[in-house]
């Protein structure tokens, strides 16, 4: 399936894929009450995936980055809603952690981002920054040996399921003409007073994963809660997001294979003017473009994972896999439902569940636009 992957990278993969096949019963349920069961979290935490990442000194298998795409392709194909929360967890947030993470914090944090108990979170967006995530408000200052923050965080996925909460504070004013001076990246427990979560937002898609806003009021921390340096923040920021596009584009594909693996079985079965409907050329086009679009995704996540695995830079190119599979899992989306005619229209058939998740694909961990504006600055720069 993934040419590009050896025997030993497939292997999580599969192992993913195989457990995944038991899902399907669960998801309308879940869907419906827009909650994943504790129980498949733990699952996960056994098999090792949510920590696939984290070093084994730090008690995870130590996998690359090209595995971690393929196992997100394997959870998205399978369910969207999982896949979203696993990528946050063990991309960005445990990523951040073993990259950025004191000793103590590693040994404190990352077990609970492995064993199954919960997801982690990842929160800078707020109500008036979104891609301009440097302008955001949320304050910290210090008080005796710790820190005291404030502030309003919107969209927090697995906010309802996290430990800990890796929230980013601005440290003093805004410097002029250095928006991102001063903002700091805290390791904030779920449980501590003065944060609450708001209510979970409702959703087009995604429906199970947990969305919600975070209130700051006046929420102590104590010093070692700071991960990496005071003012640095904002580059912890964009170094997790560059490898959680990864896992965005990850994402995307996986949703796009299962769409397609679905419309392709249809087309074979459904019969119109006396043929399957996968002898019309204008079905069979569809269906090879999207098998198209699928393999030249993969390869743009594979060459990114790739290089973050070599420490080389991957900033351009985890946005252009992002950017490129995003937007394609909108087409395949699309003409996978039109394959299905009126039935695509239907929940029975799943195939509306992916087009609605794979919505957001565009959207979160920076919008197509802001692909386009990251991938332009390094093409100018270069
Ligand atoms: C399901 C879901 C889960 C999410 N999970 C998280 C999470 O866990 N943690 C977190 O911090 N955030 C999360 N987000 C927030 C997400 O990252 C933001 O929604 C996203 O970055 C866009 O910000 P915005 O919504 O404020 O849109 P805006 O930034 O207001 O953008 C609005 C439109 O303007 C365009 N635009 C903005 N600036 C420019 C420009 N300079 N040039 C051209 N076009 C521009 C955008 O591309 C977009 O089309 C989540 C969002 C969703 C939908």
Same mark, same amino acid.
Request: glycine share 10%; with cysteine; proline share 4%.
């Given at each position: ?21 038991? @899902? ?22 056994? @098999? ?23 196992? #997100?392709?394997?959870?998205? %194909? ?44 990842? %929160? ?8 301009? %995530? ?92 700071? #991960? ?9 920021? @964009? ?47 569809? @269906? ?13 996540? #594979? ?78 720069? %270069?």
């Amino acid at each position: 399936m993934n040419p590009a992957a050896g025997q030993t990278e497939r292997e999580l993969a599969n192992a993913v894929r195989d457990w995944a096949a038991g @899902l399907p019963p669960r998801i309308p349920e879940a869907e419906r009450q827009g909650w994943l069961p504790a129980e498949i979290i733990e699952d996960l935490g056994k @098999l090792g995936v949510l920590g696939m990442n984290v070093p084994e000194a730090d008690g995870g298998l130590g996998a690359s980055t090209v595995v971690f795409a393929l196992v #997100l392709e394997e959870l998205a %194909a399978a369910w969207p809603s999982l896949a979203v929360g696993v990528s946050v967890n063990s991309g960005i947030v445990a990523g951040s952690i073993v990259h950025y993470g004191t000793p103590e914090q590693r040994a404190r944090w990352l077990p609970r981002l492995i064993d199954g108990s919960g997801l982690g979170a990842f %929160a800078l967006t707020e109500a008036s920054s979104g891609s301009d %995530a440097a302008a955001l408000r949320t304050t910290a200052r210090r008080d005796g040996d710790g820190w005291v923050l404030n502030g309003r965080k919107e969209f927090i996925t697995n906010a309802k399921y996290a430990p800990l909460v890796i929230t980013f504070a601005r440290v003093g004013p805004a410097e002029m003409g250095k928006p991102h001076a001063g903002i700091t990246a805290f390791i904030v427990p779920a449980n501590t007073h003065g944060v609450s979560f708001g209510p979970s937002e409702e959703k087009m898609g995604l429906l199970a994963s947990d969305t919600s806003g975070m209130v700051l009021d006046d929420a102590r921390v104590d010093a070692d809660a700071v #991960l990496g340096e005071v003012g640095r923040g904002f580059g912890i920021a @964009l170094g997790g997001l560059d490898g959680g596009r990864i896992g965005i584009a990850a994402q995307s594909i996986g949703v796009a294979r299962a769409v397609t693996d679905r419309a392709m079985a249809y087309a074979r079965e459904r019969h119109q003017f006396g043929k399957p409907i996968v002898e019309f050329d204008a079905i069979r086009f569809s @269906l090879a473009q999207a098998r198209t679009d699928i393999d030249a995704a993969r390869l743009l996540a #594979l060459r990114a994972a790739w290089l973050r695995d070599r420490a080389c830079p991957f900033t351009r190119e985890a946005s252009m896999a992002k950017l490129f599979a995003s937007e394609a899992a909108q087409r395949i989306t699309y003409q996978a439902l039109q394959v299905f005619g009126g039935y695509g229209y239907m929940r029975e058939y799943e195939v509306e569940r992916y087009a609605r998740d794979a919505r957001a694909t565009t959207i979160y961990e920076g919008t197509s636009e802001v692909q386009r504006m990251v991938i332009a600055r390094s093409l100018v720069a %270069a």
